[in-house]
């Protein structure tokens, strides 16, 4: 099927069709319809899907028309508002709607933190039909009375898991007490939990349910390799890999911001061009990473998987875990900046004697086997003692709330009776 035959403005299908897409993705091809029938949808989509094409075209197709029809003039009521859990994402998504709507002359608009709110108030009193916004920087200039949102007509939420374990949930809260009662609703999420669900039966009225399979998405284009490796060998062997194989533009991910700095740094000492990006850094301070990751002034990009999500990193050809993530999940997420657009890439995974377990869940996810083999010259040593520790294991909560950096709640403790 072509995008021609799901309906879509012809000015919006030359746009398509001079940014090169051919043929329409499978969330395209079940959400694009949903939308333009106005209806809530809910959406099992990663990165890599063709996600933000799949609200954007359909959404951009009824705000013309409606423009047609009322010869409207925008000003700072919203029509359409999306929330996105990061700035990176923020202005990925702005520059999707800008490309797609570039003959349309309608007003898209991205507030965001991390950057002075002066220039984004100027654009919004200029005018604005879609505006894409981060939970915090939105409420903000609602506060201040600079964004009416009071006659919106679509709310989407973007990456909405990622939205609520960085702790935005109540911002959205906030933000969504504002918003009309009668609206369309699209709510795209990698992941599904009890928080999401919880969040969607809020928001949504009789959505049509999309979702597309996570096994073919991530590891269709994607040749994955594990290598069992002894903990203090990893580093020694990611700047093997990279300098003797000449990787360029490698992402590697790591579980905490305290491991990316040093993976960083060690990574350095063996003559890898390498830099960290993870939230204690600053915006600017990730911005010039960032930016000369893509120049190819660096080799690699050590990230923590919330720094990550968002980067829009075209060709990206190899992506290393450092260490497996406690989610399955985010394994998937992880992979899948590699071998999108239909090429190919590469993943490479390191793995410790006793991280087999996580191996495991990974291969129960996919419904496929996984084999990890050792890499000659960075073999385990089997012989080595193993580190006894007097502490419990972590459940899986902690693990979890370990990996995105959120420290544990300190106990109240009772005085002693004397």
């Known amino acids: 099927m072509s995008f021609t035959s799901l309906g879509l403005h012809s000015l919006l299908l030359e746009q398509v069709e001079l940014l090169g897409y051919q043929t329409p993705t499978p969330i395209q091809l079940e959400a694009i319809p949903a939308v333009l029938a106005n209806k809530d949808v809910m959406a099992g989509a990663q990165t890599g899907t063709g996600k933000t094409a799949a609200f954007a075209l359909p959404l951009l197709h009824r705000l013309f028309e409606t423009h047609q029809i009322e010869n409207s003039v925008p000003n700072n009521q919203v029509s359409v508002l999306v929330l996105t859990p990061t700035r990176e994402l923020a202005q990925q998504v702005y520059k999707s709607f800008c490309d797609y709507g570039q003959a349309l002359l ?3 608009v991205a507030a965001y933190g991390g950057a002075s709110i002066n220039p984004q108030i100027d654009e919004i009193k200029q005018g604005v039909d879609v505006l894409v916004a981060t939970p915090g920087r939105l409420l ?6 600079l964004v009416d ?27 969504l007490k504002r918003l009309p009662q009668q609206k369309q609703t699209l709510f795209f999420s990698a992941t599904f939990d009890d928080a999401i669900f919880k969040l969607s039966k809020t928001l949504l009225q009789d959505p049509v ?11 269709e284009q994607v040749e994955q390799t594990f290598y069992t490796v002894d903990k203090e060998k990893k580093s020694g062997l990611i700047s093997y890999l990279i300098g003797s194989k000449n990787w360029q533009q490698v992402l590697i991910f790591t579980r905490t911001k305290e491991g990316a700095d040093r993976l960083a740094k060690e990574m350095k000492k063996d003559g890898i061009d390498t830099q960290a990006i993870h939230g204690d850094k600053s915006q600017g301070a990730r911005d010039r990473v960032l930016a000369a990751f893509k120049a190819g ?7 923590t998987d919330v720094a990550a999500r ?46 087999n377990y996580l191996l495991k869940d990974i291969e129960k996810l ?29 459940s899986n909560k902690e693990k979890r709330n370990q990996a995105l ?5 300190a106990k109240n403790k009772r005085p002693r009776r004397r």
């Open 140 to 145: 903000e200039l609602v506060m201040k009375d």
């Open 106 to 108: 309608l007003r898209s």
């Open 405 to 409: 950096g959120i420290k544990p709640k």
């Open 297 to 303: 002034e660096l080799r690699a990009l050590v990230a």
């Open 310 to 355: 968002g980067l829009d990193i075209e060709a990206l050809s190899y992506v290393i875990n450092h260490e497996l993530p406690y989610n399955a999940e985010d394994y998937i997420h992880r992979i899948g900046r590699t071998g999108r657009a239909g090429q190919s890439g590469l993943a490479v995974s390191l793995l410790t004697e006793k991280e």
């Open 366 to 394: 996919l419904d496929t086997p996984l084999a990890s083999q050792w890499f000659p010259g960075f073999e385990p040593d089997l012989d080595k003692p193993e580190s006894k520790s007097n502490k419990r294991p972590l």
């Open 209 to 219: 349910l999309i979702e597309v399979d996570q096994r073919n998405t991530s590891a």
């Open 149 to 175: 949102v009071s006659q919106l007509k679509t709310l989407v939420l973007d990456e909405a898991d990622r939205m609520l374990d960085m702790g935005f949930i109540i911002d959205i809260q906030r933000i």
